[in-house]
């Protein structure tokens, strides 16, 4: 220690008459003189370091605290007075290197930033490894869309029932949210359920595609029972007249995806409907199923499975009894996850209505 020893009679005279350069050298001199001994020093030592810094760093610039702050942060016995400090600084070039990866920093640490710090701090803390329940509950009540991503794929953030139940709720419209959350191993069972009722139908099939295959059963139980609560307020229609005349056009091959728009645009709903049927190779029932949602979703899926435009789909859609009011906003979601969707996702949930029958049905 005789090397810092030497510093400290400077100590007083670079805080009293020293410049700003001076001042970050000496800091930069002493944060380096601590990451050469780290591993020798005891906590009297590091005590000692932690005292001369914590003077320091307030009497440094930004760019200086930053530049201290980047390379002690990852060490591991790091003064924790100063890495305490430099976590709660408003300059989040100071404090995000600390709050990423500082393990001197206590949930205690973590959970004061969370409620007192501002989006960027929370980002931060929310990539960090380990994360206990009271620091994500914090960040999911707290956080903006992007906080609150950043919890639900760090995969080794712990969370309470309640910050599950808040990520839930938050989930709703968000759809990357949503899927990732369903996609958590450490989701409570009633909860997951709870998001796949608010889920759109894409990620309800996305979450079905993925899942492990004891698992789907409970998946496709949950969107059974959907199904069936709103089966019980839908009028069955008659499609036997619109199928004829679909497969009459289809063995002359006359049928397409040009004749399904034009179905859609002359509002023709049981010719559309009967068409898009044999055109995916859905069986009726189930496609009458999905078109009467509010939803678009299973629209988007059974058009970008056959290989059909945007144009189609947007105007299958507006088609739709339940589309009046439909706003562009919603139509310019629509579009984003038609886009977003791929061709073999959207294939392998088609394959998986196919090889439903109608005494597969929820009635």
């Not at 030592?45 to 201290?68: P, Q, S, Y």
């Not at 004061?112 to 501002?118: C, D, F, I, Q, R």
């Not at 712990?158 to 989701?187: H, K, M, N, P, T």
Request: hydrophobic share 45%; with cysteine; net charge negative.
């Amino acid at each position: 220690m005789s090397a810092s020893a030497s510093l400290i009679p400077e100590l007083e005279d670079v805080i009293q008459h020293g410049t700003q350069e001076k001042r970050a050298l000496t800091v930069q001199r002493i944060a380096n003189l601590f990451i050469d001994g780290a591993t020798h020093f005891n906590e009297d030592h590091i005590g000692l370091f932690d005292d001369v810094l914590c003077r320091l760093v307030t009497e440094i610039e930004a760019k200086a605290r930053a530049e201290m702050a980047n390379s002690l942060a990852p060490v591991s016995n790091a003064p924790a007075g100063l890495m305490r400090h430099l976590a709660r600084d408003d300059d989040i070039a100071v404090a995000g290197p600390v709050l990423k990866v500082s393990a001197r920093l206590d949930e205690t640490d973590l959970v004061e930033v969370a409620k007192t710090k501002g989006q960027a701090h929370l980002a931060a803390i929310a990539g960090r490894t380990g994360i206990g329940e009271a620091v994500t509950d914090v960040l999911v009540r707290r956080g903006d869309p992007e906080v609150v991503r950043n919890v639900a794929y760090n995969v080794s953030a712990r969370l309470s029932e309640g910050g599950f139940s808040a990520l839930v709720r938050r989930a709703e419209g968000d759809d990357d949210l949503a899927e990732r959350v369903g996609q958590r191993a450490d989701i409570p069972p009633h909860l997951f359920r709870d998001l796949l009722v608010r889920a759109t139908t894409v990620v309800q099939q996305r979450l079905l595609a993925q899942a492990r295959p004891e698992t789907q059963m409970e998946i496709q139980r949950v969107l059974d029972k959907i199904a069936r609560e709103f089966g019980k307020s839908t009028p069955a229609r008659d499609y036997a007249v619109a199928l004829r005349a679909v497969r009459d056009l289809q063995k002359a091959g006359k049928l397409g995806e040009n004749e399904l728009a034009e179905y859609a645009k002359d509002r023709k709903y049981e010719d559309m409907v009967a068409a898009l049927s044999v055109l995916c190779g859905v069986p009726i029932e189930t496609t009458d199923r999905l078109m009467a949602g509010d939803r678009p979703d299973p629209i988007l899926i059974l058009c970008k499975s056959a290989g059909f435009g945007w144009a189609t789909a947007r105007s299958i859609i507006m088609a739709r009894p339940s589309a009046k009011g439909t706003s562009n906003q919603s139509l310019d979601a629509a579009f984003f996850n038609f886009e977003k969707l791929s061709p073999s996702t959207a294939q392998r949930v088609v394959r998986f209505w196919q090889v439903r029958t109608p005494d597969d049905l929820p009635v």
